[in-house]
Nanobody, 125 residues
């Protein structure tokens, strides 16, 4: 079992930045990739960014590339999503996910078998 807990969400204005931490605990040795997804109101969860457990490989969706940065701290067992130049269309619930399926950087939510509870990010115009 892998447990994930997101934090850091809140209300910000367009153009501002926000950093989302996700702490990872449990049997993390089997996890190959950590990912961030977001879910707009009434929509399915969609891919934002992912990073391999080693931190060597990273992937971003086109909608956030150049504005968001994903990183991990192995000492703290945490993964971070640094969100810069936020836009109102970034408003969503953000979820941290982990996969023990052995896949690298999956973009589908079905590629992840563990999830946090999510944190709300609201960007006002």
């Amino acid at each position: 079992q892998v447990q994930l807990q997101e934090s850091g969400g809140g209300l910000v204005q367009a153009g501002e930045s926000l950093r989302l931490p996700c702490t990872v605990s449990g049997r993390t040795s089997g996890s190959s990739t950590l990912g961030w997804f977001r879910q707009f109101l009434g929509k399915e969860r969609i891919f934002v960014a992912s990073i391999t457990w080693s931190g060597a490989y990273i992937d971003y969706s086109d909608s956030v590339k150049g504005r968001f940065n994903i990183s991990r701290d192995s000492a703290k067992n945490a993964v971070y999503l640094q969100m810069n130049r936020l836009k109102p269309e970034d408003t969503a619930v953000y979820f941290c996910g982990a996969t023990t399926y052995g896949r690298w950087l999956p973009r589908s939510r079905t590629g992840y078998n563990y999830w946090g509870q999510g944190t709300q990010v609201t960007v006002s115009s």
